[in-house]
């Protein structure tokens, strides 16, 4: 889509962001879901855009910039996104995520990660399209009771 305008998040754009989340999940979004998109803006190195066409919210992606850990160099995690499912299979998600690459270059980061459930083929399908493959690490997970 050429008349969609990606740009850097704001905290006005959580409620945006929020139903979003809604609408792709159908379920209702926590307040503390909010909370966390806006505190996203105020991070140092916050790596988080929205797209908008006709000055609506059709996007987002919510990235996160880490420096060392577990034995890797600085890296960029992409941690959650969504497109409007009205808006879906036109370029957005593609769009958002060629910027964080971008993004990411400019700040001399190589490696840019997410997590995706093995079974969400299309997330999964999505980031295969983007060039994503395995990595080396394995997930681990602990429920407290």
Do not use: C
Not at 33 to 56: P, Y
Not at 67 to 88: D, H, L
């Amino acid at each position: 889509m050429k008349d969609i305008l990606i740009r850097k998040l704001k905290a006005e754009d959580a409620e945006h962001i929020s139903k979003i989340y809604a609408a792709i999940t159908q379920t209702p979004v926590q307040n503390d879901f909010i909370t966390i998109i806006k505190e996203q803006v105020e991070r140092e190195e916050d790596a988080s855009f929205i797209a908008e066409l006709n000055g609506h919210v059709v996007g987002y992606m919510i990235s996160i910039v880490i420096s060392g850990g577990f034995g890797i160099k600085k890296s960029t995690w992409i941690s959650n996104m969504g497109v409007n499912p009205k808006f879906m299979g036109q370029g957005i998600g593609e769009s958002l995520a060629k910027k964080i690459f971008v993004f990411s270059r400019e700040k001399g980061i190589k490696d840019v990660y997410t997590s995706v459930r093995w079974d969400s083929p299309d997330l999964l399908s999505f980031f295969k399209t983007l060039g994503f493959d395995r990595s080396n690490f394995i997930n681990l997970r602990k429920i407290l009771e």
